[in-house]
Structure formats: C-alpha cells, structure tokens
C-alpha cells in the first residue's frame, strides 16, 4: 500500500504567477483534503474533494481552485500569487467521505518572492 | 465561527511525569474531535479521535461538551512523546476541518 505522495516538494514563484501542486492519494482513497500551513500556524482547511467533485471548502478566495481526477490524485492550483501564499501546503486523502481519519502528504514548500 | 484553541505553544515535561495538552473548542453542533501528531521528519499523522475512546501509546482524550475542551492526557510521559501536537475539529458531514495551531511537547530525559 502507497502512502499519499506530494509534488513537486519545494518550489519557487513570484508574486502574480500560477502554480500547480499535485497529489496522489493513498490507494482506495476517494477523498482529498488540502491545506495551507503557514510557519509557525497549524494547517489551514482550503477545500476537500470526493470523487472529481468539491464537497467543502474553507475561508480561501476563488483564485484557489482544485481538480481531482478519475484515478483520484489531486491538484491544487492558485492563481495571481501573493507573497503571503508562501507555506507549506499538506494534502490528505481518506478512505470514504464519511472516514475522518486522514493520511497526510509531506507537503510541498512554496515560497512566493 | 469553529475555533480550536490550544493555549500553549511549547509545553515542557520530565520523564516520567504526566502531561496534559490542552485543546478547546468553540463549534455549533456537534463535532467530532481528533488529535494529530507530528514526530520530528516525519508526517502529520492520528494520534486518537474522541468517538473511538481508545487508548494509543498511552494518551488519552476526554470530550467534555460542558467546558468544550478535549485536552490530551499521559500519565507517564516518555522521551518519544516529543512530538507536535495538533488539536483538530471536523463538523458532522466530515468535509470541513479546523485544526489549533499545535504544541510542540518536550519530554526532558
């Protein structure tokens, strides 16, 4: 069995750019969370998806935006960077929608300059 | 507004004694609460959630509803407990979740 996987692991922008970050969820999982983990904060809920669609989202704005595909890895895309959208960004896959336990990614570093 | 609040940033413990971290919670409904850790280089993982009532690597988690708190208990805490500990909250349907902003626990040898 793979755990959750995370590409790419560090990465680099400047402010207005696009970027896309990836995740594969854990085999059988049909449910992906991301969040954004500023230094020193504990991880911010962006939004989930459960089978292609999104079924919750937290407090970020449209330019966060996801896709999650039929194999069920995941993409996180944002938009018009900002230099506080420099953090650590976790995904999570569980096992159904209804199972809370999640297995988390080791993240992926975005600092934006 | 769903809050989790772990008033401690660093908590600091010698082997041997309990440890208690604290978690509470302000949320309209009923949720479910769990607490992740996270050791040094590896990743955040389950450490318990409060509807299994179990016991894992000898902590322990009370939901009290009245005083909204579910604070992380050892009696006998280890050098591997160091660790950072993260409080977390998810609504009924399961597709939000909050998480406090973690304790990093220091067990001192």
């Known amino acids: 069995e793979t755990g959750v996987t995370q590409s790419p692991t560090h990465l680099i922008k400047t402010r207005g750019q696009q970027v896309t970050l990836r995740c594969s969820s854990q085999s059988g999982h049909n449910t992906v969370s991301w969040y954004q983990q500023a230094l020193g904060q504990g991880p911010q809920f962006i939004f989930q998806?459960?089978?292609?669609?999104?079924?919750g989202r937290g407090n970020f704005p449209p330019r966060f935006s996801g896709l999650q595909f039929p194999n069920y890895s995941s993409e996180l895309n944002v938009n018009a960077l900002e230099l506080d959208d420099s953090a650590l960004y976790l995904c999570?896959?569980?096992?159904?929608?209804?199972?809370?336990?999640?297995?988390f990614g080791p993240g992926t570093r975005l600092t934006v300059l | 507004a769903q809050r989790v609040t772990q008033p401690e940033k660093l908590l600091s413990v010698f082997k041997g004694a309990p440890v208690e971290l604290k978690c509470n919670y302000s949320?309209?409904?009923?949720?479910?609460l769990f607490w992740y850790v996270q050791y040094s280089r590896q990743r955040l993982q389950l450490l318990l959630r409060h509807i299994s009532r179990e016991s894992i690597k000898g902590f322990t988690a009370d939901l009290n509803k009245g005083e909204t708190s579910f604070h992380l208990k050892k009696p006998f805490a280890q050098e591997e407990d160091s660790a950072m500990y993260y409080c977390?909250?998810?609504?009924?349907?399961?597709?939000?979740?909050?998480f406090g902003t973690g304790t990093s626990l220091t067990v001192i040898p």
């Open positions: 977390a909250l998810s609504g009924v349907s399961g597709n939000q979740f909050y």
């Open positions: 998806y459960y089978r292609e669609e999104e079924n």
């Open positions: 949320y309209s409904g009923s949720p479910e």
């Open positions: 999570a896959s569980s096992l159904d929608i209804f199972t809370d336990t999640q297995y």
